[in-house]
């Protein structure tokens, strides 16, 4: 049984349009997390809901919007994508305050 | 704030050689310590991890012990195998703080 999915895992686009990636979890967590990983590996916090309230919202531009429409879900919407957002995209959880992650398999965004 | 310093890598052993991946952090409180390795293609899973001090985390055949004094947390194994090559993480958290801290990644690679 997969713990966190996303879909898609590969995502192909042209600049300028939009786009959204979706993320589940079925381990009855109340906190996601959406992560940004660039080419060299480095992973960086850009999102956390915690039971559909957002609790993190590192400096990401605004074309960058979050949305949980209930606490097993937190999906991401990009408006007028750009070269620069090309990279790895990973949904994770977790459970009340303990700092251990649940990670998905990761969407890869390439833009054109 | 809290900070994590990985080993730069990328790191290149025969098999059955033993690695060492360093990672020294800074930290308020008493944080949890983590290892999360990302295969190819793959999402990020815990390989380990350690609550409190002195404690040593363990899992196929990796290693790693929380040292307080030296504030480290280096991951070791005796003799490493190819299918290890992968994407190895050091990271820090607290409980009750949303963030949870992450090195650069150090990238692996076992030759036969």
């Known amino acids: 049984d997969t713990a966190v999915s996303q879909t898609p895992k590969y995502l192909v686009t042209q600049m300028g349009n939009d786009k959204s990636i979706k993320c589940e979890q079925n381990?009855?967590?109340?906190?996601m997390y959406w992560y940004k990983q660039d080419s060299k590996k480095f992973l960086k916090i850009m999102f956390s809901y915690n039971n559909k309230e957002l609790i993190i919202n590192e400096t990401v531009p605004n074309r960058f919007s979050p949305k949980s429409p209930d606490k097993a879900h937190l999906n991401l919407h990009i408006n007028s994508l750009e070269l620069g957002d090309s990279a790895v995209y990973f949904c994770?959880?977790?459970?009340?305050?303990?700092?251990?992650?649940?990670f998905g398999p990761g969407t890869r965004l390439t833009v054109l | 704030g809290n900070s994590v310093t990985q080993m730069e890598g990328p790191v290149t052993l025969s098999e059955e050689a033993f690695l060492t991946i360093n990672c020294t952090y800074t930290a308020t409180g008493y944080p949890s310590l983590f290892w999360y390795v990302q295969y190819p293609g793959e999402g990020l899973q815990l390989l380990l991890k350690a609550t409190k001090a002195d404690d040593k985390g363990s899992n196929k055949g990796f290693e790693a012990t929380y040292r307080k004094e030296t504030t480290s947390f280096h991951l070791e194994k005796g003799s490493v195998q190819v299918s290890d090559s992968a994407v190895y993480f050091c990271?820090?958290?607290?409980?009750?703080?949303?963030?949870?801290?992450f090195g650069t990644g150090t990238r692996l690679t076992i030759i036969p």
């Open positions: 990271a820090l958290g607290n409980f009750g703080n949303e963030k949870l801290t």
């Open positions: 381990l009855g967590h109340d906190t």
């Open positions: 994770a959880s977790s459970q009340g305050e303990a700092p251990r992650r649940f």
